[in-house]
């Protein structure tokens, strides 16, 4: 009998962190680059169900980044914009339509990238993901960083780490070069790599050094092996 360990994500923990973020929004705005949409009541749920349906996939074992895989990827972003309610979902149908086509358009690039960086570390993996989705053109008409955000969480958690989850510390930290980033052109640089590295770099670090282990709980699974 052998015993290994996964992790999963910490909902109670996510979900006071959201809220403490929620009541000091109006004091952390006053520090943001740009005017942001705040973090109502509506947002917050939906988030949550977002990061439900994360550790629904790590339950699961989904491989994510793959053609397979991603349209979990184009669910987690209804999530975040629509939530679960069916009837929210149909009044955005035609939204729901262009956001689709939108995705098919770019998500090759993301799927291609990370194909290419399987033996780099988590860190580096869920930072290229999220700049790759968030900078210009986006790959969701709305709610990339939200949605980056939960694929990031999905990446890191697979690996035993943390997820990331937004905190009244590192909001500052993660806003303002999400800002930055979004109003930057992949196509415009000469050097992408340049472009990546910079940008990466910066969320790989910040990663590395604000990831909350109170956000993970840890599952213990039996394995028992056969003798004969």
Same mark, same amino acid.
């Given at each position: #009998?052998?015993?290994?360990?996964?992790?999963? @994500?910490?909902? &109670?923990? !996510?979900?006071?962190?959201?809220?403490?973020?929620?009541?000091?929004?109006?004091? @952390?705005?006053?520090? #943001?680059? #740009?005017?942001?949409?705040?973090?109502?009541?509506? !947002?917050?749920? =939906? @988030?949550?169900?977002? $990061?439900?349906?994360?550790?629904?996939?790590? &339950?699961?074992?989904?491989?994510?980044? *793959?053609? /397979?895989?991603?349209?979990?990827?184009?669910?987690? =972003?209804? !999530?975040?914009?629509?939530?679960?309610?069916?009837?929210?979902?149909?009044?955005?149908?035609?939204?729901?339509? &262009?956001?689709?086509?939108?995705?098919?358009?770019?998500?090759?690039?993301?799927?291609?990238?990370?194909?290419?960086?399987?033996?780099?570390?988590?860190?580096?993996?869920?930072?290229?993901?999220?700049?790759?989705?968030? %900078?210009?053109?986006?790959?969701?008409?709305?709610?990339?960083?939200? *949605?980056?955000?939960?694929?990031?969480?999905?990446?890191?958690?697979?690996?035993?780490?943390?997820?990331?989850?937004?905190?009244?510390? =590192?909001?500052?930290?993660?806003? =303002?070069?999400?800002?930055?980033?979004?109003?930057?052109?992949?196509?415009?640089?000469?050097? #992408?790599? $340049?472009?990546?590295?910079?940008?990466?770099?910066?969320?790989?670090?910040?990663?590395?050094? *604000?990831?909350? /282990?109170?956000?993970?709980?840890? !599952?213990?699974?039996?394995?028992?092996?056969?003798? %004969?």
């Amino acid at each position: #009998m052998s015993t290994y360990k996964t992790y999963r @994500l910490n909902m &109670e923990e !996510i979900q006071a962190s959201l809220l403490e973020v929620q009541r000091d929004f109006s004091r @952390l705005s006053e520090a #943001m680059l #740009m005017r942001r949409e705040p973090l109502d009541n509506r !947002i917050i749920d =939906n @988030l949550l169900a977002g $990061y439900a349906y994360v550790d629904q996939l790590l &339950e699961e074992e989904v491989d994510l980044f *793959t053609l /397979k895989g991603s349209d979990h990827i184009l669910e987690l =972003n209804h !999530i975040v914009l629509c939530g679960l309610d069916e009837r929210v979902r149909l009044e955005f149908g035609p939204h729901i339509l &262009e956001t689709r086509k939108r995705f098919s358009q770019g998500i090759g690039q993301i799927l291609s990238w990370y194909a290419r960086k399987k033996s780099k570390s988590a860190y580096k993996r869920a930072a290229g993901v999220y700049v790759l989705g968030v %900078s210009q053109p986006q790959l969701f008409l709305e709610g990339n960083h939200r *949605t980056g955000s939960l694929l990031a969480s999905f990446i890191l958690v697979k690996d035993g780490k943390p997820p990331f989850v937004l905190t009244r510390e =590192n909001a500052l930290a993660y806003f =303002n070069p999400s800002t930055l980033i979004k109003y930057k052109h992949k196509q415009k640089f000469l050097d #992408m790599q $340049y472009f990546l590295k910079k940008y990466m770099g910066y969320f790989t670090e910040f990663l590395e050094k *604000t990831l909350d /282990k109170r956000f993970r709980r840890k !599952i213990l699974q039996e394995d028992q092996k056969k003798t %004969s």
